[in-house]
């Protein structure tokens, strides 16, 4: 797969993305060492954002976060938590969640994420079969 667009990873952005989760759920610092639900959330919550729309690998994400991440697996366990949480509309995760998403300073690294890419069609899968898959997947996406 070739993606027409850089994926952006700066330490500014990842800077944002902490610095707007750790004020939506009102914690002090989500790279600590800590099980509360609102800081487990946040973190979650940054996992999530990290992964989707810097497009960071596990390992990155859990260097991130340094002592509160042990490594890649749990990374990994947050992302299946929080999109577990999100799919079952799980009240106050949705909240938080809608709320960071909202936030004016995230917008740049979102509006970079809803750009067009180019995929290269892998040869042993016919044309019809990975349109399908992807109009599955991503029933909002557009072909062109």
Do not use: W
Not at 92 to 117: S, T
């Amino acid at each position: 797969i070739k993606c027409n667009m850089s994926p952006i990873s700066d330490n500014m952005s990842i800077q944002t993305i902490l610095l707007v989760c750790e004020e939506v759920c009102g914690v002090d610092n989500i790279a600590r060492k800590c099980r509360e639900r609102d800081v487990v959330l946040a973190r979650q919550m940054a996992f999530k954002l990290l992964r989707d729309y810097l497009m960071m690998s596990f390992k990155s994400i859990a260097q991130v976060f340094g002592n509160a991440v042990k490594d890649h697996s749990t990374v990994i366990h947050g992302l299946t938590r929080i999109n577990d949480l999100l799919d079952t509309g799980d009240i106050l995760a949705c909240e938080k969640f809608n709320n960071v998403l909202n936030d004016k300073r995230l917008l740049p690294y979102i509006r970079v994420y809803d750009q067009a890419i180019t995929v290269l069609i892998p040869n042993h899968i016919p044309k019809e079969e990975f349109f399908a898959y992807v109009q599955e997947k991503y029933p909002d996406s557009e072909m062109v």
